[in-house]
Each structure stands twice: as structure tokens, then as C-alpha cells.
């Protein structure tokens, strides 16, 4: 016969006390049932468990010998214990992030250090990458979500508006603009405009914002993050059309900064599996972004509302 693992118990708790009274009561049965379960172990093991020696129950050497693997059974138990407490509360785990990179630089940051500072324990990987390889990562099952600037191509996954603000034209301090509060694309086109790719959001939004007043777009110079666009600009080398995103901290920046008209707005948004369920960490993360999101001077919250490319 194979020992149960109430048997188990009861065999520990005489172990650790020495006696079937205290083992009872930890237990919370009766003396009985504790000697009677003793003598059915017994039979099951085929081999006397204890003897009594000045008035304690003392284990026998084979017994000696089963208590060690039962301290590792119980103990492993606690830990499972441990694990499954700490999983409900979402404070271990792991979570993969996909992030367009100038979402990483400027929206992603504050969010982490605030669940991070809740969360220690929990092991966060931040994957920057383009718009369409985040889209692709988040299908592909890769990441547990990301986020991205739209339009993005038809995709299964389900969008989640964070924040939005206009697009925001830069150059450099000495610019013959600089001291314009408010540019068209009819203004911008007297210089060589540093701008992005139609096959980003970004690219789609300028090329938009061009063709609704007339203007083609003849991109001088050529870029696919916003970062550079900033830097080229900031060197005079013409200007810029980038996402508000980048500007959003105290840092002097070394531009001038002017409204575009008309007005285009960019949307950040987290991208989630449609089909699959987020694990709770990747949850908190989630909100946490979206509350922080939420909390951005300079931008239009989009918090509690929901979408769907």
C-alpha cells in the first residue's frame, strides 16, 4: 500500500512534536485518529515508524531516513503555496513589451518606475522596435503586448487608446520659422522637409496632412524615427514634421517648436493579442501605462475608451 498524504502529515506533525497530543492538536483531530493513523502508516511503510524512548516518540532509523524526503515534499508545497500567492497578487512573473521608440523613450519610462516601485520582483523586457515589427511581434505571440503610433495596418489584435496629440513641426532656433507660432504644409515646402516613409504611421499622417491642403510632399531627407528627425532639424539641416510624444519632457531641446496646420492628430495606443489573455502582470503593466497615459500634461487622454483597427 502507497502512503497517503494525510499519513504524510500526521507523520510529520508526530515527528515534529514528539507525541501524538500536540501532533492532534496542530492538526486539529483527535489523539485517536492520529494513533490510528500511525498504526495504518505503519502497515502501508511495512516497517515501524517510531519507538517511544524517555517519553517522546522517536523516529527509527528508516523513519530517519523518509523524514528528509517528506521535509522536501512539504517544503516544496510552502513554496507552491508562496508562487500561487504571489502570481494572485501579480507580484512575480515576467512581461515582453514591443514599443515603437519613441514611446519607449517618452511614454513607456515613468510607467514602468511606477509599477516597478509596486512590483519589484516582476521582470520586465522592453523590445524597441518599428511599427510594423511591434504589430507583428504582438500577432506573432511573441510579446505580451505593444505599443505603437497609428494607423497600423489590418491586424487581429485588439487597440487600446492611451493618449493623443498633433504633430508638431521643429527647427532650429535660427530658422527663418522659428519665430512662427503656426506653419501650413504651403510654408514648410520652401524647405527641404525632413520627414518619413509612407509605410509609417508617421509617413501616412504628413503625406494625409500635405495632400488635404495641395502640397506635394518632397521629402529631402528621409528618416525612420523621430529622434533623428529632432537632430537633423536641431543642426539646421530643414524641417521637421515628428510626433508630440518626443517633446513631452522638461528637456530644452534645442528647437523652436510651431503648430502644424491643419491640425493632424497621432494616437499612442497598446496593442493587445486578440484572441489570447493578458497575464496579470502584463495587466498591471498595462494599466499603469494607461494611467500614466492619462496623466500627460500637453496631450489628450483617451483613457476608457476602446477601438479596434
Not at 514528539?18 to 492538526?27: C, F, Q
Request: proline fraction near 6%; charge should be positive; glycine fraction near 8%.
Amino acid at each position: 500500500m502507497k502512503l497517503t498524504f494525510r499519513q504524510l502529515e500526521v507523520i510529520r506533525a508526530v515527528a515534529l512534536h514528539g507525541g501524538v497530543t500536540a501532533a492532534a492538536s496542530e492538526l486539529g483531530v483527535s489523539q485517536p485518529a492520529v494513533s490510528m493513523m500511525l498504526r495504518e502508516s505503519a502497515a502501508s511503510a511495512g516497517f515501524p515508524l517510531f519507538v517511544r524512548a524517555q517519553g517522546r516518540l522517536q523516529p527509527t532509523p528508516e523513519m530517519r531516513v523518509l523524514l528528509d524526503e517528506v521535509d522536501r515534499v512539504f517544503k516544496g508545497l510552502e513554496r507552491i503555496d508562496r508562487l500561487v500567492g504571489d502570481l494572485r497578487e501579480a507580484s512575480v512573473g515576467s512581461v515582453v513589451v514591443a514599443v515603437t521608440p519613441t514611446l519607449a523613450d517618452n511614454l513607456l519610462p515613468a510607467a514602468v518606475a511606477a509599477f516597478r516601485r509596486a512590483r519589484p520582483r516582476i521582470q520586465i523586457t522592453v523590445q524597441t522596435m518599428d511599427n510594423v515589427s511591434a504589430v507583428e511581434a504582438v500577432t506573432q505571440g511573441g510579446v505580451d503586448f505593444g505599443l505603437v503610433l497609428t494607423p497600423i495596418a489590418e491586424t487581429d489584435a485588439r487597440l487600446v487608446p492611451l493618449c493623443a496629440g498633433e504633430l508638431v513641426c521643429v527647427v532650429a532656433r535660427g530658422h527663418p520659422l522659428a519665430a512662427v507660432r503656426a506653419v501650413t504644409p504651403r510654408d514648410i515646402a520652401r524647405y527641404p522637409l525632413i520627414s518619413f516613409s509612407s509605410s509609417l504611421p508617421l509617413g501616412r499622417l504628413v503625406e494625409q496632412t500635405f495632400r488635404e491642403t495641395g502640397v506635394p510632399r518632397r521629402i529631402a531627407l528621409e528618416v525612420n524615427q523621430s529622434s533623428t528627425a529632432l537632430g537633423l532639424a536641431r543642426a539646421g539641416a530643414g524641417i521637421a514634421v515628428i510626433d508630440p510624444f518626443l517633446l513631452l519632457d522638461d528637456r530644452d531641446h534645442g528647437i523652436a517648436q510651431l503648430r502644424l496646420e491643419p491640425r493632424t492628430m497621432v494616437t499612442a495606443q497598446a496593442l493587445v493579442p486578440g484572441g489570447g489573455r493578458l497575464s496579470r502582470p502584463a495587466l498591471t503593466l498595462l494599466a499603469a501605462v494607461r494611467r500614466y497615459g492619462a496623466a500627460i500634461p500637453g496631450v489628450t487622454s483617451l483613457a476608457g475608451r476602446t477601438a479596434r483597427q
